[in-house]
């Protein structure tokens, strides 16, 4: 299990900083105590699909951990297979949540997960509760996701799609690979894109509903079987011309054909779990982690303020 290192932030933008940024930062300013993040039980970190801990020196959740650790929190980094179905991911995940819960000798932690990292920490909850304090979501397609549908459109068993999963399982395997992290459950493409289009979702709600909203883009139940559920998401596929990746969250919107707001993968509603604490940030999927290095929004709130203020949200609900 690793622990990232805090990378030098890009300091050029702060002077661009937005009235409502910069009123955000003063906010972050005066909260820099180190107990303004010291929740009761360990934070935990899952990435999402093709994510990692830490590979060639770039951290997945770029500057969060460390920003969290210097409020006092305990903050715990994980990794499981870069592409495989939610519940093999939460197998996987379940193993690690054992171990930190060894090591810190807390009984529970706080699962926080980005991307397919939601229904990963889901599962995890909704199998092990006793385990779990609380479970964010974080721009995670709990009803399924657009692109992922739009991928589905290659037929099962065609020669396309073969070709296409393999390629996409050796990227996950060279991920695994430079990250330099312990031996997983071989990659599954398939397995991960069935996991994340609407009818696998469907299938995994109806296993798992714990927290899920009893009506399209409403809220789910904020407490089940003692785990607390929380979410939030973005809804801005471009949010600055500095960063590279916007143009792959550009192209990548144009699969929700819906018009439904969207963070470039995931759709505003569908990001919706337990309590939504916001679902309209300037941010797109990649913004959601602090990547591309903190080439973020300069007219939102920074998104490492973001999870120091929910480590606050939970350690104030007393987790």
């Not at 493409?189 to 296993?207: H, I, V």
């Not at 993968?265 to 919706?272: K, P």
Request: with cysteine; net charge negative.
């Amino acid at each position: 299990m690793k622990i990232n290192k805090n990378l030098m932030a890009l300091g050029l933008s702060a002077c661009l900083l937005s009235a409502g940024s910069a009123q955000a930062a003063l906010f972050d300013l005066f909260n820099t105590s180190s107990s303004y993040t010291k929740t009761k039980y360990p934070i935990v970190l899952s990435h999402g699909m093709l994510g990692w801990d830490s590979m060639l020196g770039i951290d997945y959740w770029y500057g969060i951990p460390a920003e969290l650790r210097r409020g006092g929190a305990s903050v715990y980094i994980t990794e499981v297979s870069q592409l495989n179905t939610s519940e093999t991911r939460g197998e996987e995940l379940i193993e690690q949540v054992e171990d930190i819960i060894a090591i810190s000798g807390k009984p529970k932690v706080n699962l926080i997960g980005h991307s397919h990292g939601g229904p990963t920490v889901r599962y995890v909850a909704a199998t092990r509760p006793e385990l779990i304090a609380s479970a964010t979501s974080v721009g995670a397609p709990h009803t399924g996701s657009d692109l992922a549908d739009f991928l589905k459109l290659f037929p099962d068993g065609s020669a396309t799609q073969t070709i296409v999963a393999e390629l996409v399982n050796q990227m996950g395997k060279l991920i695994h690979f430079i990250s330099g992290s312990p031996s997983l459950e071989p990659q599954n493409a398939l397995g991960a894109l069935e996991s994340l289009n609407s009818e696998g979702a469907a299938r995994f709600n109806a296993k798992y509903p714990q927290g899920m909203p009893a009506k399209r883009c409403g809220e789910g139940a904020y407490k089940v079987n003692g785990v607390r559920y929380y979410s939030w998401s973005g809804t801005s596929p471009l949010t600055n011309p500095l960063d590279p990746s916007d143009a792959m969250m550009g192209v990548a919107t144009l699969t929700f054909i819906g018009g439904e707001a969207n963070d470039g993968m995931v759709g505003r509603c569908s990001s919706h779990l337990g309590k939504v604490v916001r679902d309209n940030y300037r941010m797109n999927h990649l913004d959601e982690i602090n990547q591309f290095f903190g080439l973020t929004s300069l007219f939102e709130t920074d998104p490492v303020t973001v999870y120091r203020q929910h480590a606050n949200r939970l350690k104030n609900d007393g987790l």
